[in-house]
């Protein structure tokens, strides 16, 4: 008996040996085809970012504290066609009725998105569903900061931008110039 089990440890050895082995290999043969496929993505991911979609940080500012004299830090803002527009909004007003956003829409559509937007209301945002807008904010209370990102239109030309907080739009526009 002894002997059988000395023959047969060995063996049982030499099996399980046998196995890790070949799971290791398998591990590693996936392993290689998995680096493979990072390493040959990886790329692909990026490519968009850096290359295809160019990335424009653009900063704007709420100004004023009174309804006579808001405005936005400048009425014209550019971006290249189809970047992804990373927008940093400040409201630098102080008190409570300077509340305001900003919402891009289509050219020479500010005025009219403006007005349906204040037809909404607060629990709309100020914000009407409009195929006329190609992004917008939430509304920034006085003293917050608010962020936005957006595929800027692919199509060069001017697009408009707007408060949409209850009549602020005749004092708070600008137009966004995509190239
Ligand atoms: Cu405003």
Request: proline share 7%.
């Amino acid at each position: 008996m002894n002997k059988l089990l000395l023959y047969i440890l060995p063996l049982l050895v030499v099996l399980l040996g046998c196995d890790p082995p070949q799971t290791d290999g398998e591990t590693s043969t996936a392993g290689t085809n998995k680096d493979t496929a990072t390493a040959a993505s990886a790329p692909l991911v990026e490519d968009p970012d850096t290359t295809l979609q160019p990335v424009q940080h653009l900063e704007l500012r709420a100004l004023g504290n009174t309804i006579d004299e808001i405005r936005y830090s400048t009425d014209t803002l550019e971006t290249k066609a189809g970047a992804m527009v990373k927008l940093t909004f400040i409201n630098e007003g102080v008190d409570m009725p300077m509340v305001h956003n900003v919402v891009f829409t289509a050219s020479g559509k500010y005025k009219q998105v403006a007005l349906a937007g204040a037809k909404v209301g607060a629990s709309g945002n100020y914000v009407p569903e409009s195929d006329l807008i190609l992004a917008a904010t939430p509304m920034a209370l006085p003293g917050q900061t608010v962020e936005l990102e957006f595929t800027a239109p692919t199509e060069p030309g001017l697009y408009d931008y707007v408060c949409t907080y209850p009549g602020y739009w005749k004092r708070m526009n600008g137009v966004l110039v995509v190239k």
